[in-house]
């Protein structure tokens, strides 16, 4: 597919030839630039997505590469989904970023792509949309932020805001110091700094191989991030010169390799949303059960916030991604293809680890096991999620009285209500929380601990819902739960009072309700009104599949790979 689609583009005969040209031309090109291989540079910037706002820069970088290598770089514009400013939440939207970068890959007269992203929900959407379209293309993330400081604290978004957001219900804190933390917690253009989903989803990018090594931790505003988009310009020429699609990318040993890498750094479990719906987009069944199987043989290496100590600055001192893939090469599929046009062993051969704090050794992980399980149990048949390298110990086996919110709005009504009939003991259950119930499954699923226990010194409590997190956020939260409550699935079922056991240990979640009550309940079962009657709402409520498949739409599923040739004008 060398260059053909933008050659055939810029060479038709007759008006399409011309008008194609003219307007190009009037543009300030010419056609020494139409001969060349033309890149798409599809940038997610927005003023409102924070963790985006800096990518133009970037943008002008690999432009520069581009022009480097002999290609001809146009930059345009996607769907941006910010964390902070996007209500009621950016998972909303993720199918629609997704459609928008694959079509505009296929319409326009590409020969090539890079996809700038950052915050959580733009990575994965840019590459389920580049593995549809299976054009050559490469990722490149803005970075993460710089450290926060705060009186000799090393502050993280977003996990010091929960963090000290509790101790300020808890009156330790007062408010002046509520605040100053809130003025030095973000220093820095980039994503959030700890090991949350936009870290997780631009470092396993690495893995999968369709970024460049160094794309996870450099900072934002370092000047090798600039670098780097450098060098992913004067990549992607050659890579649409040797014509490698990310369907030779996206393999079942490539999607080994992330999750492995995942467990590794105590990754997101949004991350066990977003991978199998990119898998979906390449063809590949990525069940629950492969992620709880490589979990089992994956030590936890990476000694970051929210299961560790330190942040994505500290790693990029310490060595970076590449420096952690190479300490589990001996557990990853070596040989596999990246977008360097060599394999993953090879991009991190010389890779060195200067912090063994930071990165520990397979001989001495900080656990054993990687950092995220999946459960099943009459509570969850289709599969539940829970970070457990983020949990209380001493709650991994837990059994409780379920204490039941029926949806967020219930949950906020009432949870720090000082009259809340509730023990350390209890297990918080919210419903209606799922890709439909929510809609969009937002990350409500760190349900916050009763202010009254809060004051009496309780941190984590047992935590249930169909819901997801925010890859910042810790303690002993079970998420993903399916099917979900709003299609009727064991958790709408769940009353007050009723026993919740869970075993991480067993990967167990288990409601010791019996079967004959559960059926009576289901028979006195209603689902909740559709949140949307018209519009994208209603095509997404239509069509989302459920956590274990990756909230995918189910249309959206595998690929259509672009025509060799531009498309014709009708
Ligand atoms: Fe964008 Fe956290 S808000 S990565």
């Known amino acids: 597919m060398t260059q053909s689609r933008s050659r055939s583009f810029f060479s038709e005969s007759g008006v399409a030839g011309l008008t194609h040209r003219a307007f190009t031309a009037g543009m300030g090109y010419d056609s020494a630039d139409m001969a060349r291989p033309l890149i798409g540079i599809c940038n997610t910037s927005s003023e409102l997505n924070p963790c985006n706002s800096h990518l133009p820069a970037l943008a002008a970088a690999v432009k520069r590469g581009v022009l480097q290598a002999g290609g001809f770089p146009l930059e345009f514009p996607t769907i941006s989904l910010g964390e902070v400013h996007l209500s009621p939440t950016s998972m909303l939207w993720r199918n629609l970023a997704a459609m928008d970068t694959e079509e505009m890959i296929r319409g326009n007269p590409l020969d090539g792509v890079v996809l700038l992203t950052n915050c959580d929900k733009t990575t994965p959407a840019a590459l389920m949309g580049a593995a549809s379209a299976d054009l050559p293309s490469i990722m490149l993330s803005g ?12 502050l993280g978004a977003c996990t010091d805001c929960r963090r000290y957001t509790a101790e300020y219900l808890a009156g330790e804190i007062d408010g002046a110091t509520y605040r100053e933390v809130e003025a030095n917690l973000v220093r820095s253009a980039g994503h959030c700094m700890v090991m949350g989903t936009a870290s997780t989803m631009n470092s396993l990018m690495e893995a999968l191989g369709m970024a460049l090594p160094g794309n996870g931790a450099i900072p934002a505003v370092d000047s090798r991030r600039m670098q780097l988009a450098a060098a992913v310009g004067r990549q992607i020429v050659r890579l649409v010169e040797a014509d490698i699609r990310p369907s030779q990318i996206l393999t079942p040993a490539a999607f080994d390799n992330a999750i492995t890498l995942l467990h ?20 590949i069944e990525l069940p629950l059960s492969r992620f709880d199987e490589l979990s089992r043989r994956s030590p936890l290496i990476a000694n970051l916030r929210p299961t560790g100590s330190y942040q994505m600055e500290d790693l990029f001192y310490a ?30 051969a010389d890779a060195a680890t ?26 969850a048949p289709d599969g539940a999620v829970i970070k457990h390298a983020a949990a209380t110990p001493a709650l991994m086996s837990h059994r409780g009285p379920a204490l039941v919110f029926q949806d967020v709005a219930d949950l906020r009504a009432r949870i720090h209500d000082s009259a809340l009939d509730v023990t350390p003991d209890h297990v918080l259950v919210l419903q209606n929380s799922g890709p439909i119930g929510g809609p969009g499954m937002p990350e409500v699923g760190n349900l916050p601990i009763p202010q009254k226990l809060l004051k009496r010194g309780v941190r984590d409590m047992l935590r249930l819902s169909d819901a997801r997190m925010s890859g910042t956020s810790y303690g002993t939260i079970v998420l993903h739960i399916a099917p979900e409550a709003a299609l009727g699935g064991p958790l709408a079922l769940v009353r007050d009072g009723d026993e919740i056991e869970l075993d991480v240990a067993g990967r167990r979640l288990q409601l010791h309700v019996d079967d004959a009550e559960l059926a009576s309940r289901r028979t006195g079962w209603t689902p909740p009104d559709p949140a949307y009657t018209r519009g994208y709402g209603q095509l997404y409520l239509r069509h989302v599949n459920q956590a274990p498949q990756g909230c995918d739409f189910d249309f959206l599923r595998g690929r259509t790979p672009v025509t060799a040739t531009a498309q014709p004008k009708f």
């Open 354 to 379: 200067s912090n063994a704090e930071i990165i520990r050794s397979l001989d001495d992980p900080l656990q054993p096991e990687g950092g995220l399980s999946i459960l099943r149990g009459n509570l």
């Open 143 to 154: 970075g993460p932020m710089l450290n926060g400081h705060y009186q000799g604290e090393v």
């Open 264 to 283: 590794a750094l105590g990754g997101s479990t949004n991350a066990i949303a977003h991978l199998p719906a990119i898998a979906g987009r390449a063809g």
């Open 319 to 348: 060595g970076g991604i590449p420096a952690v893939l190479k300490m589990l090469l001996p557990l990853l599929h070596g040989e596999a293809l990246t977008v360097t046009g060599r394999s993953l062993a090879e991009n991190v």
